[in-house]
Nanobody, 115 residues
Framework: QVQLQESGPGLVKPSQTLSLTCTVS?????????WSWIRQPPGKGLEWIGY???????YYSPSLKSRTSISRDTSKNQFTLQLSSVTPEDIAVYYC????????WGQGTQVTVSS
């Protein structure tokens, strides 16, 4: 059974960089699939942020590309989201998930942007 678990600070100050890690168990992030980050702002729908593929290739949402970086630590079977220059617009529940089918998700972690 594949499991994903997000971790990271729940509070980030404006203009700083948000950093979240997704730890995957029950499957390797280097074997197959596209390991994704998605977020849901309060009262809004899901917004896809980007992914890192099993090959290590990355692809980001055009609207967030300039501020987004997704990397991985294969020794720990983890992948990490970094979103720079955060504003209150980045307040959301952040999820990691396995694509293409989005069949496995983490439970989500709330991120607030406030000084």
């Amino acid at each position: 059974q594949v499991q994903l678990q997000e971790s990271g600070p729940g509070l980030v100050k404006p203009s700083q960089t948000l950093s979240l890690t997704c730890t995957v168990s029950g499957g390797s992030i280097t074997t197959d699939y596209y390991w994704s980050w998605i977020r849901q702002p309060p009262g809004k729908g899901l917004e896809w942020i980007g992914y890192i593929a099993y090959s290590g290739a990355t692809y980001y949402s055009p609207s967030l590309k300039s501020r987004t970086s997704i990397s991985r630590d294969t020794s720990k079977n983890q992948f990490t989201l970094q979103l720079s220059s955060v504003t209150p617009e980045d307040i959301a529940v952040y999820y990691c998930a396995r694509a293409v089918n989005y069949d496995y998700w983490g439970q989500g972690t709330q991120v607030t942007v406030s000084s």
